[in-house]
């Protein structure tokens, strides 16, 4: 148990953001699950346009700190070789 008031703000803290975060890796598995999604149904311009509103987010998330970066690059790149394989 925290016994400083320093230690009782920063759990305050870490619960708030956790929140936060755990809002910020929800948003990014919803949009890559749309582009998966339209790449399933075989529809290129919907995964393309998915594939466009992702790529900052997944970015965003490497700069917030809720993604390491080699995983956003893999999931970007992932995606993008399933999008172009759709031609």
Do not use: Y
């Not at 992702?54 to 070789?81: D, I, M, W, Y």
Request: glycine share 6%.
């Amino acid at each position: 148990m925290a016994n400083t008031p320093q230690a009782k703000k920063r759990i305050r803290r870490n619960a708030a953001r956790a929140v936060i975060n755990g809002n910020r890796v929800g948003r990014i598995r919803t949009l890559v699950k749309k582009v998966e999604a339209a790449v399933a149904a075989g529809d290129k311009d919907a995964a393309a346009t998915a594939l466009q509103t992702v790529q900052p987010e997944l970015a965003r998330g490497v700069a917030r700190g809720v993604l390491h970066k080699n995983t956003a690059a893999r999931k970007f790149s992932r995606l993008t070789k399933s999008v172009s394989a759709l031609s």
